[in-house]
């Protein structure tokens, strides 16, 4: 059974609210919720979740748009999708997207928990592996501390999403609109000059653990970490 951690992505106050107290109360101790697509992808690779529960219905992107985009940025783990849509051509353009399980609203808390159990009698790999090696240098990814030797720096969510998506594509040079839609979203309105300064705010963090120079600024084009 899965007692984990859990991500809840339901933009819904009044259901978000029942079933965040409906899963602590059956032993769930780690549940975060969120209320839009875009946090939700976010949250997911700045943390390590038994299931992510998406609503497909959701601000920022839908609840589809966010399982296919993690599936195809590698997440194997437990994805259980929410929705009113329950027409044969929803629950397949569901479970093409990349979820393991539907579950039609409205729905009774109980059955709910009975897929979670369903889902945690399946074995998912983990996303990624939690301590990521740099040189003399580690990265949690649960805790999004950097530590080399005794010395530790912790990273802001954004810092930990730009060195993470860069530690993936270690070698390869990410373009400034690519990294915009991984970490912000395809439809997010932000400048490119965020990224340049998300960078500069990170090689700060890097700078005491001598690593600064390590992500590369590819001029015209973006960034690449080459360890």
């Known amino acids: 059974m899965l007692q984990g951690h859990i991500l809840l992505a339901e933009d819904d106050e009044r259901l978000g609210g029942l079933i965040v107290q409906m899963l602590e109360k059956s032993g769930y101790h780690q549940v975060d919720w969120v209320q839009d697509g875009e946090d939700a992808y976010d949250y997911t690779f700045a943390a390590h979740y038994e299931v992510v529960v998406l609503d497909w219905m959701m601000p920022g992107m839908s609840g589809v748009e966010v399982c296919r985009k993690l599936r195809e940025q590698g997440y194997s783990g437990a994805i259980l999708m ?25 729905f009774e808390l ?39 030797g005794e010395q530790e720096g912790a990273l802001s969510p954004r810092e930990f999403q730009m060195l993470d998506l860069l530690l993936r594509n270690k070698g390869s040079v990410m373009q400034r609109e690519l990294i915009l839609e991984r970490i912000w979203g395809y439809d997010a309105d932000v400048a490119p000059k965020t990224v340049d300064a998300t960078v500069k705010l990170l090689r700060k963090k890097l700078e005491p653990f001598g690593k600064a120079d390590k992500i590369q600024s590819i001029r015209g084009v973006g960034y690449k970490f080459d360890d």
Request: aromatic fraction near 4%.
């Open 82 to 106: 929410l929705t009113a849509r329950d027409t044969l051509q929803d629950r397949i353009e569901g479970l093409d997207s990349g979820a393991d399980d539907y579950l039609v609203k409205p």
């Open 110 to 148: 109980f059955e709910l928990l009975a897929r979670l159990r369903a889902l945690g009698r399946r074995n998912f790999a983990p996303l990624l592996e939690e301590i990521v090696q740099i040189s003399d240098m580690t990265l949690n990814r649960s805790t999004q501390l950097l530590k080399q």
